[in-house]
């Protein structure tokens, strides 16, 4: 959908653009475009947060959710260790830059 993202200056936008469609197509027992939609979220806040950053964590958690409404546990848990991983870093930054 939005295939050449650094045209924009904006990415934010974007990305909750996409995170409102994919809810909405996720209404609409419409999993596989929403997938792609969260998807593409996930890659947009990656690329300019990272993957510990809680934006990211939380469209992650939103695609394991709808992995798991389309039975498929494997890739859910999959994303979910993806975010434990990111909250895991996080940590370890913060206890870091305490000592």
């Known amino acids: ?3 050449e993202i650094d045209k924009f200056t904006n990415s ?3 990305t909750g653009i996409l995170v409102n469609l994919a809810e909405m197509q996720e209404s609409a027992d ?3 475009q929403a997938l792609n939609c ?3 979220a996930k890659q947009i806040l990656e690329q300019n947060y990272g993957q510990v950053d809680r934006r990211t964590c939380k469209v992650k958690r939103n695609i394991s ?3 798991l409404k ?3 546990y494997d890739l859910a ?6 975010v ?3 909250y895991s870093l996080f940590l370890a930054a913060v206890l870091f830059l305490r000592n």
Not at 77 to 82: D, G, H, S, V, Y
């Open 77 to 82: 848990l999959n994303e979910l260790k993806q």
């Open 30 to 32: 419409k999993f596989d």
């Open 38 to 40: 969260l998807v593409q």
């Open 1 to 3: 959908m939005f295939n």
């Open 12 to 14: 934010d936008i974007i």
């Open 84 to 86: 434990e991983v990111s």
């Open 65 to 67: 959710l709808l992995y």
């Open 70 to 72: 389309q039975n498929r």
